[in-house]
């Protein structure tokens, strides 16, 4: 766990065994609130590190996820079992796969098979009159005049919110920003190398299919722009506090990254050779990462380039049709 100020810390939820690659956080106070849970297979250490900051079975208040893919919200079937007392919180959209996760776990079983229970587990269904669900806008509340605000930001997924923290201006990211992965000596708090004008650490994009739209991407980090965060809390991974330079290079990637798979569509690569496109045009662009492989190699299996090409190609595809049509 890593203490943020104003009672915020982030937990890493050890997902896949790896460390500083998925974060949780806690906001401590008169209601306790956990946002993002991990994967089922990280609840247990969640739980404990709830329980080491004092957060007993009925203490914790509020469950909040900013999406439901399960890395973000596999574990919230046993955070609410082991909180009974805790509201569910998420999206309007993804609200019903959390009562009945049949269909997301089904076809999350079809995209990663037999590695399914290892990298996941099984979210379990949440009982539906414990759960609340934000649309475009909602409040969750913290306690003591403390809010988290709940702003509507698809384009990595259609059921996913920002959450700006009233108190203090953490403006929790979850995917919308796409990753940012920090240089190794990054303050834990800032997310920025000492004495660095730059922001040396690095971001990707987060492009999976079948929710993945450049539009609403787009629009969706226009709004949270215009939030006036203070710091950016990413579920992948940790604060930074550039937060319009982060912002900025969030769209950057998102449009380099659609170009690039565009320019393979052109020329009707397949998949493997659209990968190899990517991976040769954005090699210097990501050669701080590139030189530390160990990172690389365990942010490429949480967010695979080969997903990310998929899900734009899929959005440009439905482009395409509609064009057609």
Known sequence: MTALGADVHLIDTAMSGYSGITAAYAILGSKPCLVETGTATSAKTVVDALGSLGVGPQDLATIV??????????????????????????QETGARHLADPSRLM??????FGPAM???????????????????????????????????????????????????????????????????EDADPVTGMAPD????????LPGTPPP???LGLAIASLGRMRNLGATRLLF????????????????????????GLVREARSAQLDLDHALALVRERT????????????????????SSSAANIAGISRWLESLDTTAGH
Not at 73 to 79: E, H, S
Not at 106 to 111: D, N
Not at 288 to 302: G, I, S
């Open 211 to 213: 929710d993945f739209d």
């Open 106 to 111: 089904a076809s999350a079983r079809r995209v």
């Open 283 to 302: 090699k210097d662009r990501y050669a701080a990462l590139l030189a530390r492989p160990e990172v690389a190699e365990k942010f490429e299996a949480l």
């Open 196 to 203: 660095d004008p730059d922001l040396a650490g690095t971001m």
């Open 65 to 90: 996820v900013t999406h439901i893919h399960l890395d973000h919200a596999g574990g919230v079937g046993d955070l609410a079992a082991a909180f009974p007392g805790a509201r569910i919180v998420v």
């Open 235 to 258: 579920s992948h991974y940790g604060p930074i506090t550039r937060v319009d330079d982060a912002l900025a290079r969030a769209d950057e990637e998102l449009r380099l990254w659609v």
């Open 117 to 183: 229970d290892e990298i996941f587990g099984e979210l379990l269904p949440t009982d539906a009159a414990r759960i609340d669900a934000i649309g475009a806008l909602g409040r969750v509340d913290l306690g003591g005049g403390r809010h988290l605000e709940g702003h509507h930001t698809p384009g990595h997924a259609r059921h996913h919110l920002g959450l700006v923290d009233t108190a203090t201006g953490d403006l929790y990211v979850g995917d919308a920003a796409g990753l940012y992965i920090p240089p």
